[in-house]
């Protein structure tokens, strides 16, 4: 028969045995899938989660952070149906795609306090102002946009005399002469043409006081609502990457270069850097990397609004969040770990 002190050894060993299983299972990493919206290159909020990844800063926030890229625009697609976690999109995608068709994506950190857009022309041209764009060819990309309208409301340019062309996201389309002024992202086509030999002159919205914002990372409504503790810790991991960033230069394009081994090293160089310089701001040295304000997200509605580039209206403060940035900052210091 089994004694008294049998049973009790017997109990206590099954609680011991559940203490360790249950220790265990909370200290198993979460599985996280994040999307970089395009290829692997050396966009800042994908260079984030890389260096996070490799250099351990996801491991210590007990993840383990499957990174992917997007190849056809799918990313919001699998968004929203849960097949990843996190993305990246432009602050102006997301103001769009809160308008119509009212998708529930929700920025909760900001990489560029300005456009990713600019335009150029070759030095070459004579073109040396928005007002000398008149009589002139301009290539965008896929629809107008708003930001060139209100620069030449800015500088008062006849739009009527601008010959605005479809032209899709070849940059050579400037220098074999079918465009005067090209619409480029600006941490990649600049060098890209520079590199083939033609110098360019670049105008950027900012320089005219239009209000614009470029890559911000992006997850669901639903995942802000129902594990927000996770959003923390992804974001907590990447923004300790960026510190690593800013201070290791080299290291990190080593790293950029593990994930896009196609990729010309100098050119990441460019586009890390430019990337960087355009992610600070006075807000972000005051109250910490990533942060983003109510006035910049209005500031750009409303213009997206006046340029008719909204389908509907809609109320711009679902669009955004600055509640996980306030979980994971103390005065401007990033808590770590």
Request: hydrophobic share 40%; aromatic share 10%; with cysteine.
């Amino acid at each position: 028969m089994i004694n008294l002190l049998s049973i009790r050894i017997i109990i206590g060993l099954a609680v011991i045995l559940c203490l360790i299983l249950n220790f265990g299972c909370k200290n198993d990493p979460e599985q996280v899938v994040f999307m970089a919206g395009f290829r692997a290159q050396a966009n800042l909020p994908f260079v984030a989660a890389y260096v996070a990844k490799e250099k351990g800063y996801f491991s210590q926030q007990g993840l383990n952070v499957d990174i992917k890229h997007a190849s056809t625009g799918e990313h919001l697609k699998l968004l929203l149906s849960g097949d990843v976690d996190f993305t990246t999109a432009a602050a102006t995608s997301v103001l769009k795609r809160r308008s119509s068709p009212g998708l529930p994506v929700v920025a909760f950190a900001l990489f560029g306090q300005q456009s990713q857009q600019a335009y150029v022309a070759l030095k070459a041209s004579g073109i040396n102002s928005p007002k000398d764009w008149e009589g002139r060819k301009f290539g965008y990309k896929i629809s107008v946009p708003p930001d060139y309208l209100a620069i030449l409301e800015q500088n008062e340019v006849d739009r009527s005399k601008i010959d605005e062309i479809k032209v899709g996201f070849d940059p050579r389309i400037l220098i074999q002469g079918k465009v005067d002024v090209l619409a480029v992202f600006n941490s990649n086509e600049p060098d890209t043409i520079r590199n083939l030999g033609f110098d360019v002159n670049t105008w950027e919205s900012g320089d005219y006081g239009v209000p614009n914002l470029g890559l911000t990372y992006i997850a669901t409504q639903d995942m802000l609502d129902s594990n927000p503790q996770m959003i923390e810790r992804f974001l907590k991991a990447s923004i300790k990457a960026v510190e690593y960033i800013k201070n290791n230069r080299e290291e990190t394009l080593d790293i950029v270069m593990k994930y896009a081994p196609d990729q010309n090293r100098e050119h990441q160089q460019f586009m890390l850097n430019t990337e960087l310089n355009d992610s600070e701001n006075e807000l972000t040295l005051k109250h910490g990397f990533g942060w983003m304000s109510d006035n910049q997200w209005y500031d750009l509605y409303e213009m997206l609004i006046k340029f008719e580039a909204l389908p509907e209206r809609f109320d711009y403060k679902t669009a955004f969040t600055t509640k996980i940035l306030g979980e994971i900052y103390s005065d401007g210091s990033l808590i770590w770990p």
